[in-house]
Each structure stands twice: as C-alpha cells, then as structure tokens.
C-alpha cells in the first residue's frame, strides 16, 4: 500500500484511512516492537518524509483527535525501539508537528507523555517515566523550553528494568549539556517546603507543593493514582505492591 500510495498521484488522500481513521501518516507513527522487522532511524524518516512529499498533513488526526505525536506516546512500549524513535520525532516536528496540540479528550502530547499510565503498572512502571524523558529530548533539540512543558509534571529519575539509566544517557548522547537533569536531581529543583527554589520560573509551585496535579493519564476518578500525593504515597518500588485497594 505505502508503494502504490508514494507511485501515484490519482488517490484522494483525505480519503485514505485505515478502521481508526489514521492517514498512512498517523498510522506510521504507531510504534512496532523489535518483532516487527528491522527499523533504522534513516529509513523511519525517509519514509514520513515520502508522506508528507506527497501530501499528506503533518497535523492530521485520527477518529480521536489524535495527531502523529500524540499516538506515538500513547503506543510506546518497547524501550529501545522508542528511543530509536527519537530522531523522527525530532523531524516531525521540524516539519511542522504541533507540540501543543489537543486530542478530542483535552489531552496535549505532553499529558500523555508525562502522566504516569494505569496499563503500565506494576511492572512496566519506568516505561512511563521513559515516555516523559523521550518527550524531553524531542523538545530541548526542537529549541524549546522545557519549563513550559513540565508545569504540572516535575520529573524524578525513576529507572527500572526496562528503563535505565544506561537507556537514558543513549538517549540524551551528544546533548548531555542541554539536559537539566542529567544528573538525575528532581528538576525542577525545589527548596524543602517543596516549592520551585526560581521564583522567576514558570513552574506552578503551589500545584506541585500541594500534588494536586494528576499523575495518571487514564482521567478516572477512581483511579488510584490521581494525583502525585497519592502517587508518591504509593511505594511504588516497593516489593509489596499494594492491590488492596485505594490508598488511605
């Protein structure tokens, strides 16, 4: 399909979409594991390139409003073949990918990256923080400012089995210096009353003191994991995971 779509100048390429309504774009930003073939960050990005030479919209969306950026996040699972991705990301939004741009449940690609996920849990946990890390990297070598971004979301290296601190200097290569938090301190930094110790950044310090921001992006009023009190009260790492029910 994608040769006869890249040879062909008679489709109507608003019409081309697959059961969720992805144009070949968005449904090539769905991120396949390690058993889907070999993948090279050089071919990734010729490929989108193709695409979008021959006209399909870097800010289309799916049945859910979802934009190339946004699915990318919401699928990664498979660490390393995510940060192979970190390239094309980059390049998507080179061309044009809005990084603020809002899915049809009010979600931006940074609710989604950054929020901690209910399907990852227990086991899967770093892969979240993963998520957060990649979205970081595309920013920062994008020349945006990340404290625009992790308002509501401050970022504390939590590294796991599938997600280390090895996966995290791969990723962040070449750009050690451009990384506020390479060396794994809570960023942004806060004093011990818990609030952002820059009083000129743009960081909401009262939402962060207080954890009432939401850490998990399944939006649920019953989930557990609601805001980041809750989330920090968990014990996340411990050996005993709770599933007794909701925290006290």
Avoid at 26 to 37: F, H, L, M, N, Q
Avoid at 120 to 129: A, G, I, R
Avoid at 132 to 154: I, M, N, Q, Y
Avoid at 178 to 194: A, S, T
Wanted: negative net charge; proline residues 4%; charged residues 25%.
């Amino acid at each position: 399909m994608f040769q006869i779509l890249t040879k062909s100048s008679h489709f109507n390429l608003s019409s081309v979409r697959n059961g969720a309504g992805q144009s070949p774009l968005v449904s090539a930003c769905v991120i396949r594991d390690a058993s889907d073939g070999p993948f090279t960050p050089e071919l990734n990005i010729r490929k989108l390139s193709r695409l979008l030479e021959i006209g399909f919209d870097i800010l289309d969306v799916d049945d859910f409003g979802n934009t190339c950026l946004h699915l990318f996040f919401l699928m990664c699972t498979d660490v390393p073949r995510a940060l192979d991705w970190a390239t094309s990301l980059v390049y998507l939004v080179s061309q044009g990918a809005d990084v603020q741009a809002v899915n049809s449940s009010g979600q931006t690609i940074s609710d989604i990256a950054y929020q901690r996920h209910c399907n990852t849990y227990p086991s899967n946990l770093d892969v979240s923080f993963m998520r957060g890390d990649l979205w970081d990297l595309v920013l920062v070598a994008s020349g945006h400012d990340l404290a625009d971004f992790r308002s509501f979301f401050p970022r504390t290296a939590s590294y796991g089995k599938n997600y280390t601190r090895e996966h995290f200097e791969r990723l962040w290569k070449g750009r050690e210096e451009q990384c506020p938090y390479w060396d794994d301190l809570d960023w942004p930094p806060r004093d011990h009353n818990g609030s952002d110790s820059d009083s000129d950044s743009d960081i909401d310090s009262d939402k962060v003191a207080t954890g009432t921001q939401r850490v998990c992006s399944c939006l649920a009023d019953t989930c557990w994991f609601a805001t980041l009190d809750d989330y920090l009260r968990a014990e996340i790492w411990s050996d005993k995971w709770r599933t007794a029910g909701p925290l006290d």
